[in-house]
């Protein structure tokens, strides 16, 4: 009987899990879907960049900062993602922050997002499929070679 009950609380252990890991994923955000917050695509920040219609938005890049100098979203500003964000943060409450990281998933611009969050940001997006779907999409980036300013 004892086995019986091992079984058994290892079925429902294993069934807990599961559903504790779908839950999870499903706060997260699956690729495609909207999570917590608003996804911008590519193409929709493009246009506002191109028509000059950013004066109510931020973009906010998070990578580390010398990656940021190779290669950034025109106009962005760059905070870098860390565990822990440094205060005061030097960005406007009254605007939206577009946030953006080097992944395909949005990770680390969705944790940024959630640390700003509770410093009180509350006019939060992400760059859908960030810097790697901006690139796919051959829309050009800001960087320095050799010390030198250059669009890509």
Excluded at 2 to 21: E, M, N, P, Q, Y
Excluded at 58 to 71: G, I, K, L, M, N
Excluded at 100 to 114: I, V
Aim: proline content about 7%.
């Amino acid at each position: 009987m004892t086995s019986r009950r091992l079984i058994a609380r290892s079925f429902l252990l294993a069934w807990v899990g599961d559903s504790l890991i779908f839950t999870l994923r499903s706060e997260a955000g699956e690729p495609g879907k909207a999570g917590r917050y608003p996804f911008v695509t590519a193409q929709e920040l493009k246009k506002l960049i191109d028509s000059s219609a950013t004066q109510d938005i931020v973009v906010v890049d998070t990578q580390p900062s010398e990656y940021f100098q190779e290669a950034h979203l025109p106009g962005a500003v760059n905070l870098p993602y860390a565990d822990r964000i440094r205060t005061p943060v030097n960005l406007p409450r009254t605007k939206t922050l577009v946030l953006y990281c080097p992944c395909e998933q949005e990770e680390e611009s969705t944790a940024m997002a959630t640390k700003l969050e509770k410093l009180g940001y509350t006019r939060l997006k992400i760059l859908q499929g960030g810097l790697p779907r901006w690139r796919e999409l051959g829309y050009p980036t800001v960087g320095s070679t050799n010390g030198r300013a250059e669009k890509r």
